[in-house]
């Protein structure tokens, strides 16, 4: 890193090397730092784009790109839950890429040299002169910095100098993984979701031979270490979905192994979405380290995307790219942008988290009780229950 790279990015994920992007498309110059050695481009398998994550693809250029490499989903088809059979159009782009597919778009799509890897932050100091961000990395090395952007993720470093209360867990567990049928598969270009002794699956196809899939089953503490293996989590999974049909069945046993994760799933509480100081002095958060939500809409990788876009625009609208006048990002002038990207984001990300932590809890709930408090109160907030992918993040 040199002096002149003003924006320092923490986490090279979606949010940060879209974030960088964004930033690079308006003239300012990022530097991103990654605590692995490398791009993280498998876990997680894929991830679905709705409407406004194709709106923000494209303010950030790689949305054709990355059009080639999926196939637009044109159905859900919903069996069990609340209404026993429903196959139902869906409105506007759809498509699930493969994490890897978005990971190095985005990535590809910056000047060389912008990821530095093997830079794990530990903490951030002010300095008690300057009154700068100080970054502190595990291997006891600091830089000063002007301006820091948190894409962290869930266990954000970042967030905790922002003083954020910690994430919170929902019971459930997430296992995910991609199924390649050589010979083509019979699924059509469609989202199946169903219920089957209390236990959430998903199945969507990402072209006509590949398949992610997903199951949400509860959370059991004694489970941890022994699901980092892989071997281990398609033998559990396979048992967990024993009595499921032939097709799901067949789906897990010929995954691919280096495909399959299993992750806790994590939540920021919806009221410190409200409440909560997302920016102090120039440093903020974006993606999952200001509003990590459980995946139940499908949602949390495209506010990111939209959060890289909005962040970028106002950091520029403020000026504060110093591209145009050639002079230093002025220090007043980011914290301003700052303010201005949290007061624009609170509303849309706090819906978004509400209306998934409602879904999350209902589809936890083994009270009937619970169950009918959480479809009241997700009637009542979120009677279209698509509107939120309507949402537009502007032009970049
Ligand atoms: C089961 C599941 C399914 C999902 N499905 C969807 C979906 O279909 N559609 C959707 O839009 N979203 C989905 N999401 C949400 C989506 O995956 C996340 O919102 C998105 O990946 C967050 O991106 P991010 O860049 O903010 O954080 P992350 O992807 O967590 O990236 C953070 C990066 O920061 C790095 N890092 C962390 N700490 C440090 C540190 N101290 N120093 C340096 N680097 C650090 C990490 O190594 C990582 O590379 C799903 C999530 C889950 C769990």
Redo the contacts with the bound molecule.
């Keep these: 890193m040199d002096d002149d790279d003003e924006v320092v990015i923490?986490?090279?994920?979606?949010?940060?090397l879209a974030t960088a992007l964004a930033l690079h498309k308006k003239g300012i110059k990022a530097v991103v730092?990654?605590?692995?050695e490398s791009l993280?481009n498998i876990t997680?398998a894929a991830?679905?784009?709705r409407p406004n994550?194709w709106r923000a693809l494209q303010q950030l250029g790689v949305a054709d790109i990355l059009r080639h490499t999926a196939v637009p989903i044109q159905r859900i088809f919903i069996t069990n839950l609340f209404t026993p059979f429903l196959r139902t159009p869906w409105y506007g782009e759809t498509r699930c890429l493969t994490r890897k597919d978005l990971i190095d778009t985005l990535y590809a799509a910056l000047p060389p040299g912008t990821v530095k890897f093997s830079?794990?932050?530990e903490s951030i100091k002010l300095d008690p002169h300057s009154s700068k961000p100080v970054l502190w990395f595990i291997d006891g090395s600091s830089i000063p910095s002007k301006v820091v952007i948190g894409?962290?993720?869930?266990?954000?470093?970042v967030a905790d100098f922002l003083n954020l209360k910690p994430t919170k867990m929902f019971p459930l567990c997430?296992i995910?993984g991609l199924t390649n049928y050589p010979n083509g598969h019979s699924f059509g270009n469609e989202f199946t979701r169903f219920m089957k002794s209390n236990v959430l699956i998903g199945r969507i196809a990402i072209d006509d031979n590949l398949v992610y899939w997903?199951c949400a089953p509860r959370y059991n503490p004694k489970d941890e270490k022994m699901w980092e293996d892989p071997k281990v989590i398609r033998q559990s999974t396979l048992e967990l979905l024993r009595d499921h049909p032939k097709e799901i069945y067949e789906m897990i046993e010929n995954a691919d192994m280096k495909s399959l994760s299993y992750?806790r799933?994590r939540y920021r509480a919806p009221w410190e979405l409200l409440t909560g100081t997302f920016c102090k002095k120039t440093v903020v958060v974006a993606?999952?380290?200001m509003h990590?939500m459980g995946?139940f809409l499908?949602?949390?990788?495209?506010?990111?995307l939209e959060d890289a876009v909005v962040l970028a625009r106002t950091l520029a609208q403020m000026g504060s790219n110093g591209v145009e006048t050639g002079s230093k990002m002025a220090v007043h002038r980011v914290e301003e942008a700052f303010n201005r990207f949290v007061k624009q984001r609170r509303m849309r990300v706090l819906r978004l988290s509400l209306q998934t932590y409602l879904t999350g809890m209902l589809l936890s709930a083994t009270s009937s009780i619970k169950k009918i408090i959480y479809i009241v109160l997700l009637v009542l907030l979120f009677y279209n229950s698509s509107s939120h992918i309507n949402y537009d993040c502007g032009n970049l």
């Design positions: 923490i986490g090279a994920g979606i949010c940060g730092l990654e605590r692995s993280r997680g991830i679905g784009i994550g830079c794990q932050l894409c962290d993720g869930g266990k954000s470093v997430s995910r997903f992750t799933l993606g999952d380290a990590v995946p499908g949602q949390g990788g495209s506010a990111g």
